[in-house]
């Protein structure tokens, strides 16, 4: 199968999932999670109908970026942000998913402040409470929120997730549900945070994501085939 006929098949199982959900198809967009694949991969993606990707690491994303810039792609950063890359970050993204500390929100305010940019971003939640993962923990959510709300050049406009693995997805699908009611807590808390996106769901667990809430599932293997090796 190539990416076209995987492409296919992933929409069609969003569309069952939204449908069986009572949600519209439209309100879910596909990211191609493309760490690791080569500038070819993302093009042929791109002919095949997909738009929307999300790069891991800030120089791999960047020399991709150039690799295409003949392309209307629009990239997101998905992957955790050092504070020396914060710089280059905002040239390179149109949104970053992942801030998860007042240090980096900081960072990319006065990056963006510099530039003159408003920069989207989505606050990363480690709603399994792992060690080794990234994301802010929900008891501490509200302090960045408010944090990130208080700072003029950043936009927060979502929520994004990594859940812990678990073999079945249905076992990762109270990890979905705690990020949605994390969203509807803090849109109740501040009425000014307009929270439109839930980025949460991966190959594996999509279809449950989107059951769930996810505005935004992003695929990588199930969309191009095994990562190859960095
Ligand atoms: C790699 C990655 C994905 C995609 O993972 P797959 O299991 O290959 O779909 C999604 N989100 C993040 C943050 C990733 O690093």
Redesign the pocket.
Known sequence: MGIKERLTAIREKIARAAEKAGRKPEEIKLLG?S?TQPPEKIREAFEAGLSLF?E?YVQEAKKKKEALADLPLTWHL??YLQRNKARDAIKIFDLIETVDRKAIAAELEKRAARHEKIIPVFIEVNVGGEETKAGVAPEDLPALVEYVLSLSHLSLEGLMT?PPYRENPEDVRPFFVRLRELKEDIERRFPEAKLRELSMG???DFHVAVEEGATIV?????LFGPRPKK
Do not use: D, L, Y
């Not at 992003?218 to 199930?222: H, W």
């Open positions: 999670a760490k999300g891991n998905i992957g990594i991966m190959s594996h992003r695929v990588g293997t199930a």
